[in-house]
C-alpha cells in the first residue's frame, strides 16, 4: 500500500492493466488490479495544500479570538475551495473510471460511485 501512496493510484478490480505516476488513490475494498491515470493530481495536490494552510489559518483566528463573522468569512472560503476539489475528482472519475466500467459493464464499480455521490450530497 505505501508504494501505491507514491505512485497515487487509483485503482478499481478492471480487466486492463494501465498504470502511471499521476494517478490518484480510491479508496475501495475490493482487490487492486490497475491504475487510470488522471490528468489533474498536481491541480488537486496543489489546492489540498492551499486548503491545509488556510485551515491552519483559520485556527491561529480562532486562537486569537478574532470576530466569528471573520472565521465563518473564511471557513466559507475553504468550504468552497473543497467544493471544488470534490468537482475536479468527480470529473476525473467520471471521465476514466466511470467511462471504462460502464465499456466493461463493472457494476461494483458504478454502485461504488453511486455510494460516494450519496455521501458528497449530504
Do not use: F, Y
Request: aromatic share 0%; proline share 2%.
Amino acid at each position: 500500500m505505501e508504494n501505491m501512496k507514491e505512485k497515487n493510484l487509483h485503482a478499481h478490480p478492471h480487466a486492463h492493466d494501465r498504470t502511471s505516476t499521476n494517478d490518484h488513490l480510491c479508496a475501495n475494498d475490493q482487490q487492486l488490479t490497475h491504475a487510470h491515470p488522471h490528468t489533474h493530481t498536481k491541480t488537486v495536490l496543489n489546492r489540498l495544500s492551499r486548503m491545509i494552510g488556510h485551515m491552519g489559518a483559520v485556527r491561529n483566528m480562532v486562537e486569537q479570538g478574532r470576530d466569528c463573522s471573520e472565521v465563518l468569512i473564511q471557513l466559507a472560503a475553504i468550504r468552497a475551495a473543497t467544493n471544488k476539489v470534490c468537482e475536479i475528482i468527480l470529473k476525473d472519475h467520471l471521465e476514466h473510471c466511470i467511462v471504462e466500467a460502464v465499456n466493461t459493464g463493472d457494476q461494483n464499480a458504478l454502485d461504488e460511485m453511486n455510494r460516494a455521490v450519496e455521501l458528497l450530497m449530504k
